[in-house]
């Protein structure tokens, strides 16, 4: 018996080292692009929260997933678990209840905050428009898989479909369609970077869209362990003002440029946001007024 009871002491003990000394591997997608600066912010909270959770539950690596998946694709990819096993993305109620989702906006919510791209020469018409009725008389042009395109479809947008996010900018520039709502904290960056191939896109002055679209880390249900210790990193961050003050290092500069309070704001509305968005959890939303210079 005794000899019993110590063999069951080891197997313990030793799933216990085992437990406390294995290293997470966390698979995330590829870029959409060498120009697709969009990624940094995230990955940069996704590895801070693993680092502050070391001492928790244990060291860590990140790899990449060899091949960009489709985004139709990555969902399904998620739940299985075997090529990807986090993915941050714009939440949507197929994510939420196929996947386990870290209810923590990583980018405080400032992706509700849309300026439009556009070409030029039509600037100043986007500058006049003052209601979600004088917009629909121009086509927006969405990648097919964004939930942004699920809202404005759902809410009866003249919506152009396209299927790769570098060939927005070119359709854009080509009159495809008018515009391009994108973040504040996207647009400048990816104009810029665009700016010798597709000289002719600007930001629209005077509008801006308000479309609630809360950005969060997404665990595959194959990993309740990883999304409990990405939870606990996020928490600490959100605790001790890390996740401000790397938000602020990306795009601050990016939303006093916009100068969001002195354009007119259309609200869009998301009726296709989840109910579980953390609403009455201040702390983890932008705050506009910090950003007057």
Known sequence: MQKYVL??????????????????????????????????????????????????????????????LPNNRTIDMLSDGDYLNVVMVVTTKEWEEKTIPIRIPLRKGVLAYRLLAVKQQSAELFASIHSAEQLKKQTVGLHRNWATWDIMTHLDFPVASVYSYEALFGMLEKGRFDYIPRGVHEIYDELSVRKTEYPNLSVAPKIALYIPSPFYMFVSPKYPRLAERLTWGLEKMVKNGMLDEIFDKHYRDSILESRLHERHVINIGNPLLPEQTPLERPELWLDLSRYRD
């Open 7 to 68: 063999v069951c002491v080891l197997v313990t003990v030793l799933s216990f080292v085992q437990t406390a000394t294995a290293k997470d591997i966390v698979i995330v997608n590829k870029r959409h692009s060498e120009q697709d600066t969009r990624s940094f912010y995230p990955y940069e909270i996704l590895e801070t929260a693993l680092t502050l959770s070391e001492e928790k539950y244990g060291d860590y690596e990140i790899k990449v997933a060899e091949a960009l």
